[in-house]
């Protein structure tokens, strides 16, 4: 199978220098520090809402509520980005027979295609990205091995150990 | 630590410590010349540096507020550093040439409509020896002697793919990154993270070879966190000296000559926003071109999720090369050509390149497969563009009170022709070895590769600086960065900025031993 994903620009502008590690961000390290925040009313749909747009089998209820959470309590120190994520819920609770969070996820998806353009959503997946992918549980389960040089890189661990590619097409 | 005075009017102030100003200063010095290099970022340490992208990101980059219309981000259209060393601590360290169609680029590619494409007024032949002369400076790989760098995952991957292909000029690059022990410097020892600074001193960067050789001389003195805002000049038209801000003060530098290398944006703004009775469109200016015939080749990647596990953040960033697509064969529907070489992601990184196009599981099966991942660059030539320039805003304020910087950018036909031409090729590669999902990604990174705005030439009209990079306008005005580019070529610039500051260096020492400076 192939497919060609991301020339169709659903983000767009909005990907502001969508290579560089982190652009008005703040570290992971500062948020992780500070406890655990309470649950807020908002947190079902808001982890719903991250585990539809980055489904990972892998990853439990429990990973994306903790997700949630920790985004909840950066967007409280702000009352705008606050204000516009509860009305993006409201459209996704509001436009259905039972919450987001408790419809089955195919409906979920749509519900979110329908969405995707929205400030709220954008700002979400953004930040969420960060939140999902700079965590270290999530680097073990994908494969990814973070800072080396405490290790002495990877000359001896395994930067040349690929073993399945045609032997004519090896190392000269 | 050598110091010198304010009014010491015997000294050459080079602006920035990037590729450009890293090498003049210290090749001037080497000379027997005294220098002042003005450097607008911080001077880190070793220990600074840390294998974490975020944090270097912090560390390295120029954040100060630029602007942008048409293609480019408009917030964040170019990716450069504020730091001693500059971008060579950012940078993946690719040291190929230019290749002489490319310098006679009007000859070989003809009429292109739209553009102001030239030959280059140096010749392949007169650059070949500061070619050699900057390989051995910065221990090319593949070059002068110096061993290749060892194969890795991402780059066998390349390889395999490109000679199913039909490829064959592939391996793994002239790389600025030592292979040996060498320069008091260890060789690589694959970290993974070129990007954010080289943690441990392999990769070339000027921070910890060009300055603290040239300080060694007793002839260099550098001065960081000052930010160059004036450029002053006396009664006989000449350069008299710079003023830059430094914890919040302004000071006034005397100079002999001045070269500005602070990497095309800040080299433009500086002469834009100095201009005079003298020199009404900004300082040596008259022909109208500061600015304009910007270019910055284009930057796409294609990944592929392939049949076992690949581990492509193992390794150096650029990891390799297949240098057949860089010729110049119209049959293809471009003029010139492009070069593929390795990249990795993070999973950040590859995430939020990734959520540009969508979420879900298209997004997620990829992530799931992150050990399986290869990851290619694809960049290519950019043709010279009068429309495509460099402007100041004329409202809006920076940090230092600066007209902040405008860049305007559209692709050109010939990129866009060639781009689609490059995702093809890219995705053949992959999917000649199997792999599971190829996925194309567009051209979203911010320029790495500036060029063009202050061209080399030998008419005062159709350009902005002589054949050895002082401006046509102002007898003691030198630009040492790839704003001399008169055309972009289909390759990296660094090394080609780092042959003509060589050469620059020894033009000036001429020039002062002729009594002319
Ligand atoms: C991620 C990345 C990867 C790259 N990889 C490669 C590669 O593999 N091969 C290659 O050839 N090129 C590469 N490049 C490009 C390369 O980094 C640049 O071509 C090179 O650094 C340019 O040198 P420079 O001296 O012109 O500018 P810089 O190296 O950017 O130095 C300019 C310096 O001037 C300072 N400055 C600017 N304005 C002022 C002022 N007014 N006053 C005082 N100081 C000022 C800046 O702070 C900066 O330190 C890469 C770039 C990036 C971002
Ligand atoms: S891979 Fe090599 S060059 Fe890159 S950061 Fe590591 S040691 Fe330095």
Redesign the interface.
């Known amino acids: 199978?192939?497919?060609?994903?991301?020339?169709?620009?659903?983000?767009?502008?909005m990907?502001?220098?969508?290579?560089?590690?982190?652009?008005a961000?703040s570290?992971?390290s500062a948020i992780a520090a500070t406890s655990t925040p309470k649950p807020t009313p908002e947190e079902p749909a808001t982890a719903a809402l991250l585990h539809?747009?980055?489904?990972?089998?892998?990853l439990d209820a429990a990973f994306y509520s903790g997700a949630a959470g920790r985004y909840l309590a950066e967007i409280a120190k702000d009352p705008a980005a606050m204000a516009e994520h509860r009305r993006g819920l409201a459209l996704l609770d509001g436009s259905y027979i039972a919450p987001f969070a408790q419809l089955p996820e195919m409906v979920r998806?749509s519900m979110?295609a329908r969405y995707?353009q929205e400030p709220f959503f954008k700002a979400l997946?953004?930040r969420g990205?960060?939140l999902?992918?700079?965590d270290a549980a999530?680097?073990k389960m994908?494969?990814?091995?973070?800072?080396?040089?405490?290790y002495?890189?990877?000359?001896e661990?395994?930067?040349?150990?690929?073993?399945?590619?045609?032997a004519?097409?090896?190392?000269? | 630590m050598t110091q010198f005075s304010l009014d010491d009017s015997s000294v050459f102030v080079v602006i920035g410590s990037g590729a450009g100003g890293g090498v003049l200063g210290n090749e001037l010095a080497q000379k027997g010349h005294k220098v002042v290099c003005l450097e607008a970022g911080r001077r880190l340490e070793m220990s600074d540096i840390?294998?974490?992208?975020?944090?270097?990101?912090?560390k390295l980059?120029w954040l100060d507020r630029r602007m942008a219309t048409g293609k480019p981000?408009?917030?964040?259209p170019v990716?450069g550093c504020k730091t001693v060393g500059g971008t060579t601590m950012h940078w993946t360290g690719a040291c190929p040439r230019f290749e002489p169609h490319e310098m006679r680029a009007r000859t070989t590619y003809g009429a292109l409509p739209d553009t102001t494409l030239v030959d280059w007024p140096v010749t392949p032949e007169e650059i070949a020896p500061w070619y050699d002369k900057a390989e051995v400076r910065m221990g090319v790989t593949g070059r002068q002697g110096m061993p290749f760098l060892?194969?890795?995952?991402n780059f066998?991957?390349l390889?395999?793919?490109a000679?199913?292909c039909g490829y064959t000029d592939i391996?793994t690059h002239n790389m600025a990154i030592n292979s040996i022990e060498r320069d008091d410097r260890p060789s690589?020892?694959?970290?993974?993270?070129c990007t954010s600074g080289c943690?441990?001193g392999a990769k070339w960067s000027t921070l910890y070879t060009e300055i603290p050789k040239a300080e060694e001389t007793g002839r260099f003195e550098l001065r960081p966190e000052c930010m160059v805002t004036g450029i002053e000049l006396g009664p006989d038209g000449r350069v008299s000296g710079v003023t830059y801000l430094h914890q919040g003060k302004r000071v006034t530098q005397k100079a002999r000559a001045v070269a500005v290398a602070g990497n095309v944006v800040e080299t433009t703004r500086l002469l834009l926003n100095n201009s005079s009775d003298r020199h009404p469109q900004g300082l040596a200016n008259s022909s109208g071109l500061v600015g304009r015939n910007y270019m910055r080749h284009f930057t796409i990647q294609v990944m592929g999720v392939m049949?076992?596990?690949?581990?492509f953040?193992?390794?150096t960033h650029l990891a390799g090369v297949v240098r057949d697509e860089r010729g110049h064969r119209p049959e293809r529907g471009f003029a010139g050509g492009f070069l593929i070489s390795t990249v990795p992601f993070?999973?950040?990184?590859?995430?939020?390149?990734?959520?540009?196009?969508?979420?879900?599981?298209?997004?997620?099966e990829?992530?799931?497969?992150?050990?399986q991942l290869a990851g290619m660059l694809l960049t290519g030539e950019d043709p010279p563009q009068l429309s495509n320039r460099i402007t100041l805003h004329p409202t809006e304020r920076d940090g230092y009170g600066l007209p902040v910087p405008v860049i305007h950018y559209e692709d050109h036909p010939n990129t866009i022709a060639m781009k689609e031409y490059a995702w093809k090729a890219g995705?053949r590669i992959y999917?000649a070895?199997g792999?599971?999902?190829?996925?194309?990604?567009?051209d979203?990174?911010?320029a790495t590769h500036n060029m063009g705005t202050a061209r080399m030439g030998d008419d005062p009209r159709a350009s902005v600086c002589t054949p050895f990079g002082r401006t046509h306008d102002v007898a003691n005005l030198y630009i040492a960065d790839g704003s001399l580019f008169p055309t972009a070529g289909g390759c990296n610039p660094t090394l080609t900025i780092v042959a003509l500051a060589l050469r620059q260096a020894q033009h000036i020492d001429r020039e002062v031993a002729a009594g002319r400076l």
Not at chain 1, 152 to 155: D, K, Q, R
Not at chain 2, 435 to 442: K, L, Q
Request: proline letters at 6%.
């Open positions: 199978m192939t497919f060609t994903l991301t020339r169709r620009a659903v983000v767009g502008k990907a502001l220098a969508a290579m560089l590690p982190a652009i961000a570290p992971l539809t747009a980055f489904p990972h089998a892998r998806r979110v995707d997946i953004w990205a960060e999902i992918y700079r999530v680097w994908v494969g990814y091995e973070g800072s080396s040089v405490e002495g890189g990877y000359i661990r395994g930067f040349d150990d690929i073993d399945w590619l045609p004519a097409g090896g190392a000269k | 840390v294998n974490d992208e975020a944090e270097m990101f912090g980059t981000d408009p917030n964040f990716w060892p194969p890795g995952n066998k991957v390889e395999a793919g000679r199913k391996d690589c020892h694959q970290l993974g993270f943690a441990v049949p076992g596990k690949v581990h953040h193992r390794q993070t999973p950040e990184i590859l995430a939020k390149n990734m959520i540009i196009g969508g979420w879900g599981r298209d997004l997620t990829v992530l799931d497969k992150y050990d995705r999917e070895l792999a599971e999902n190829v996925i194309e990604m567009g979203y990174i911010p």
